[in-house]
């Protein structure tokens, strides 16, 4: 490893070579991340926005790499950030440290398999029909929004154009395709991990794109990747990544969640009937048990209510479950090909279907209340004025299991062995680093050692924004009051547009967005009616342009300057009341003597509206007011928590002094 010296000299090289000036910040994390790697302690670094710490990492990471037998890991949460690393960041360092570096560096991008174009689909391989269609929405699919299914001939013109893209493409990378697809269209042409029929039996092994991104990672210095990935190897103990002793996690406020997501697996009435329909079809064996345990589920399942299943499986409910895995076994075991096969990519899709169901099965069967929580899912819908999705309580429902808590799991398939960087701009929480530390499993009896430092932001933040509480407003309900709609004009009439307004619902920013069209005279975009990048794109282009939208909005998105000079936040980003996960860990940490609310639903929104006032100030020349009309935050005993983790805005609850300062911002 490189001394410390010599990795400034390189970050300031690289830096002005850029174009730019290392700044102080940038320069303490930079030295925290070679000396967590020279010691192998753990280290958490809060950056604040401005610090520049994609670059305070990826330095000492190369440096470190020139004479590490094993590769550097990089993992985000987002794939635009990924995107920003290895499109932009990566190749503008290599390029501006050509010279000073003793050799050419290696940097490679990791995805999971269904990323790729799959050779052997592609080649017709695999069946034609979409089965397992079932199974890709509920365990893959976003948590909002979806493909929409297009008329056929607009699918098979997708089809086509991936096909000629993959004739010329070297990567078969899903994000290298311009313009994009539907995802129905994609899983035409990639299949899922569980899919594949793995590098010794598929007869295209050998230009498969999947394989040769990671021949290119095992010869790599610096490896990107994803949560999801890290999630891979630490729990399920998959080499889906090369062998490494040092990983750099970007926005490693998304860890926890982004774990917990990947590692959740439903199990549904519909899934065990399309994969007995699958291993009929395609393995022709024998599945009537396989349909009766289906029936059983069925029934078991009647009459039991959405959300959390707080006593875990009934007597009858685990029968089923018991019977299905029983009925999948046998299907297994009579479905197993002969020994020298000829490769079938239908009896493959078939056969994963069935051995998820064992694996699912048996997970649900052996979980513990002290371990793992349940709840039932089912489709929901928005009820009109309200601002939150109400489950169709007739359809049938999806049973889900998720660990109550990933730190255990991290600290062992993580944590152990490595060396393990985690960095964002919201890492702590006031000055406190140990809620997300706890989480990850860092803190209690014999956690590792970790040193946690925040290395502050270039901006002056009181001098450059106003951070304004609404107190006057009532405490926010479900539905959007008068009174806040009205705040919300008021505001944005002040400011000439150029608002950022941030909706802990879809409902909420769509109905706002619809009303204050008619009466503001500046243009209002809402998230849904154009990709996210489009909306951006046209929000920064237009100073008096505003932008309505939720959660995807309140982190990853960068408007330096004036077109951004308001932030509206409308409440509190609590947890819903009737959130599974949320519940089952409040009750859990009450249980040992803690506070459930503070410590789970306090901290969660915490982090999530640090993010979100985040969105302000981009640049040292930034100038705004950040709008939180949930009185909460000025009233309730909490909020003096909340507003710790906040940037230190100058605080005001007077609207004429905001709107003044809002007025004088218009006409700069």
Known sequence: MAEESEVIALLDAAVSAMGGQSRPGQHEMAKQVVRAMETGEHLLVQAGTGTGKSMAYLVPALAHALDSEKPVVISTATLALQAQIVGRDVPRLLKSLKNDLPREMEVALVKGRSNYVCQYKLGGGYPDDDEGTLFSIESDAPAAGGYSDGPSSALGQEVVRLRQWAER??????????????????????????????????????????????????????????????????????????????????????????????????????????AASAARKHCAVGVDSLNQGAKALQRSLEGVPTGLMARGLNEEQEAAINQIAEAARVVLSDSKPEANAPADGGRQMARSQVMYLVEQCTKMLEMTEEREVIWASRPGHFSPGEGYVQPDESSQPTLNVAPLSVAGKLREGLFDGRTVILTSATLAIGAAFEPVAGALGLVGDGAPTWNGVDVGSPFDYPKQGILYVAKHLPKPGRQMSQEMIGEIEDLIKASGGGALALFTSRRAAEEAAEILRSRLDVPILCQGESSMKALVDQFSAEPDTCLFGT???????????????LVIIDKIPFPRPDDPLSSARSRDVAKHGGNGFMAVAASHAAVRLAQGAGRLIRSVNDRGVVAVLDSRLATERYGSFLRASLPPLWATPDKPTVLAALERLSEG
């Open 169 to 274: 493409t070297e990567t078969g990378d899903r994000d290298d395709l311009t313009p994009g697809v539907s995802d129905k269209a994609w899983r035409q042409v990639s299949v899922s991990a569980m899919d594949c029929l793995g590098s010794q039996k598929c007869p295209m092994a050998s230009e498969c794109f999947s394989e040769m991104a990671r021949a290119r990672a095992a010869d790599a210095d610096v490896i990107i990747t994803n949560h999801a990935m890290l999630a891979v190897s630490a729990f399920e103990g998959l080499a889906v990544l090369p062998d490494f002793d040092t990983v750099i996690i970007d926005e490693a406020h998304e860890l926890q969640d982004r774990v917990t997501s990947s590692v959740t697996r439903p199990l549904s009435v519909n899934m065990v009937q399309t």
């Open 551 to 565: 959660m995807t909005l309140w982190q990853g998105v960068d408007v330096p300057g004036n077109a951004c000079r």
